[in-house]
């Protein structure tokens, strides 16, 4: 699974070039949209609830964690709009991260608002991880996949984008067998994220992963 990624050939986009570049290919009539995300520490400078995140504030996070909420309710009704199936699929590590917990806040407003999002336990795919994790990509269709780029400090740094329709489709490929695999967005919050005490967070925001 996910073979063929690592030699994959990619052209690689700076932040604004990739953002450009995926609303274009995104309103072009792709059908579908998976993203996995892998990642289990990130920085979203700008975004007010991360900020108190960050800051130590877990109950301004909390009570700011909605705040986008206009905006992706915008962005169903978009994909709605377009014909776009959208999925995503997060991959969680264990013990969970502060930065996964907070970050299931923000989703959680996403899923109550019908984004299609499921969760996969990372040790149920050891096996596949013995060489290399599972890549962090967005795909658009069989038109184009993004590969997110982040820097050692885990801001956001563009994106390795890929045209090759085969890699696309081996790629889906492995999207849509990790997604039979995983949990639903709900029934994974209630048991793992609801029960944890506010994490413990130092340091001073600063990066930026980009849109949640």
């Known amino acids: 699974m996910f073979d063929s990624f690592p030699h994959g050939t990619a052209v690689r986009m700076d932040r604004p070039a990739y953002h450009a570049d995926l609303s274009r290919v995104y309103g072009s009539g792709i059908g579908f949209l998976n993203?996995?995300?892998?990642?289990?520490?990130?920085?979203?400078?700008?975004?007010?609830?991360?900020?108190?995140?960050?800051?130590?504030?877990?109950?301004?996070?909390?009570?700011?964690?909605?705040?986008?909420?206009?905006?992706?309710?915008?962005?169903?009704?978009?994909?709605?709009?377009?014909?776009?199936?959208?999925?995503?699929?997060?991959?969680?590590?264990?013990?969970i991260t502060p930065y996964?917990?907070?970050?299931?806040?923000?989703?959680?407003?996403?899923?109550?608002?019908?984004d299609d999002i499921r969760v996969l336990d990372a040790r149920a795919i050891s096996n596949i991880?013995?060489?290399?994790?599972?890549?962090?990509?967005?795909?658009?269709?069989?038109?184009a996949m993004y590969e997110v780029?982040?820097?050692?400090?885990?801001?956001?740094?563009?994106?390795?984008?890929?045209?090759?329709?085969?890699?696309?489709?081996?790629t889906n490929a492995g999207f849509d067998a990790l997604y039979e695999r995983a949990e639903g967005f709900h029934a994974f919050f209630d048991r793992e994220i609801a029960p944890l005490d506010p994490p413990h967070t130092t340091g001073t925001p600063a990066g930026s992963r980009g849109s949640r």
């Open 35 to 95: 993203k996995l995300e892998r990642g289990q520490n990130f920085k979203e400078r700008g975004f007010p609830s991360w900020e108190a995140f960050a800051g130590g504030d877990w109950d301004g996070a909390l009570a700011l964690a909605g705040e986008r909420r206009d905006d992706y309710a915008g962005e169903l009704r978009r994909a709605a709009r377009l014909g776009i199936a959208q999925r995503r699929l997060r991959v969680v590590e264990f013990p």
């Open 100 to 114: 996964v917990q907070w970050e299931f806040f923000v989703l959680r407003v996403r899923a109550d608002l019908g």
């Open 129 to 143: 991880e013995r060489m290399r994790p599972v890549p962090e990509v967005v795909v658009l269709g069989d038109t």
């Open 149 to 170: 780029v982040y820097d050692d400090d885990g801001n956001a740094d563009g994106a390795n984008r890929y045209s090759d329709r085969s890699l696309i489709r081996e």
